[in-house]
């Protein structure tokens, strides 16, 4: 077959077609089984000593594979392959470099020689865009026979297989990844909607100064009749705490400090119960504590420790609470009376001089 004359394809062509090859991102991929093979096949079937995959990428020729020769890639300049894409329907045959002297001449050697022959059948995008070549060479004139031709055109078929694969591959990955970042993004999105949910929900049912649960909380546990099942199960005490001279603080250190007062009884409210005890922010400055299977002697005992941890407190100015107590049994509604109970407890405290705690008709002076 005669060598090309033809000139290197127009810039708006060699755009399109290297973007067609970049679209496979192999030119600089490691060495694979399935390319090597490809090479070895056509060294054997074409009885000579090198063989490449050649791809031409922008200003050079880069081997995929190969076999016998001393480079992986070399200038586009000097490479026959890239007159081979150019006439991208056909094998390109050249028997005798020395033959033809407008082909350049390639400084790379065939086992040590300089290149004689060459034979190369194009491997095309789907689009037809010519990517590069399946290449015998030879360091000595030869002729390939029409079963040599025909089996070098199929390994450039199957080439094209392999290179298609690897694109499907990479889409498939791609789709994969993207599925993945959609999904994850959905997850997200329900994650950040269930962080709202539960942050409107808590300050829905938790008040804002002290972060103990407010009276719109206890009034659902109320309304709850499982809670109230577990909680009547067992004798349980409520106790009922009252700041002293609240507003006395407020006048005198005001409000800022007022609401640092309230934060510390809530911490000390917090820090002396147990997980599954509950603290509700009842009025301005009146806090309920329900202690659910406690006694009253056991319960008296959490009261007085939150007394005390009041008492020292991180203020400017004294702070001191009035409780009172007051059991509930099981297998009873939790009624109102209890709540009573509790609130004359709380009565008796404050009217005994408060900063004391009183279980339910019998004062309990600590102070």
């Known amino acids: ?30 060495p694979e089984q399935p390319y090597d093979d490809i090479v070895r096949l056509a060294v054997t079937l ?17 081997f995929k594979a190969q076999i016998g020769l001393d480079v992986r890639e070399t200038a586009r300049s000097e490479a026959i392959c890239d007159r081979a894409i150019r006439q991208p329907d056909r094998m390109l045959v050249v028997e ?59 390994l450039a078929r199957q080439t094209q297989h392999l290179l298609e694969l690897r694109r499907y591959a990479m889409e498939q990955r791609r789709l994969l990844t993207e599925r993945e970042a959609f999904a994850q993004r959905l997850e997200d999105a329900r994650a950040d909607l269930q962080r709202r949910h539960d942050l409107l929900e808590h300050r829905a ?33 409520l106790i009922l705490l009252d700041v002293d001279h609240f507003k006395d603080v407020n006048d ?62 991180p203020l400017p100015f004294a702070l001191t609470v ?11 509604d939790w009624s109102e009376q209890v709540f009573d109970r509790a609130d004359q407890a709380l009565y008796r405290a404050k009217a005994a001089g408060r900063n004391r705690v009183v279980v339910d008709d019998t004062p309990v002076h600590f102070g």
């Not at 033809?6 to 991929?29: F, M």
């Not at 074409?46 to 880069?62: E, F, K, T």
């Not at 009035?322 to 009873?332: D, F, H, K, Q, V």
Request: overall charge negative; some cysteine; glycine content about 6%.
């Open 96 to 154: 005798d470099l020395l033959q033809h002297p407008e082909l350049p001449r390639p400084s790379m050697r065939v086992d040590g020689d300089p290149l004689r022959f060459y034979a190369g059948v194009p491997l095309l995008s789907p689009d037809g865009e010519p990517l590069g070549v399946v290449c015998v060479l030879d360091n000595k004139p030869r002729t390939l026979t029409a079963a040599q031709r025909e089996g070098l055109e199929v």
């Open 252 to 313: 005198r250190h005001g409000h800022l400090l007022g609401d640092r007062a309230l934060r510390a009884v809530a911490d000390a409210v917090a820090a002396s119960i147990r997980e599954g005890d509950i603290a509700v922010r009842y009025g301005g400055e009146e806090f309920l504590i329900l202690l659910p299977d406690t006694r009253l002697a056991q319960a008296a005992q959490v009261a007085e420790r939150i007394r005390q941890r009041i008492s020292v407190a």
């Open 46 to 62: 074409c009885d000579v000593p090198a063989a490449a995959i050649s791809l031409i990428d922008h200003d050079r020729q880069w």
């Open 205 to 237: 049912t938790h008040d804002a100064l002290t972060g103990l649960l407010n009276r719109s909380a206890l009034a659902q546990l109320r309304d709850n009749a499982e809670a109230m099942r577990l909680l009547q199960q067992s004798p349980y005490t």
């Open 1 to 30: 077959m005669s060598a090309l004359r033809s000139l290197p394809p127009s810039p708006s062509d060699e755009a399109r077609r290297q973007a067609a090859l970049d679209a496979y991102a192999v030119v600089g991929s490691v």
């Open 322 to 332: 009035s409780m009172g107590l007051a059991a509930g049994e099981p297998t009873r």
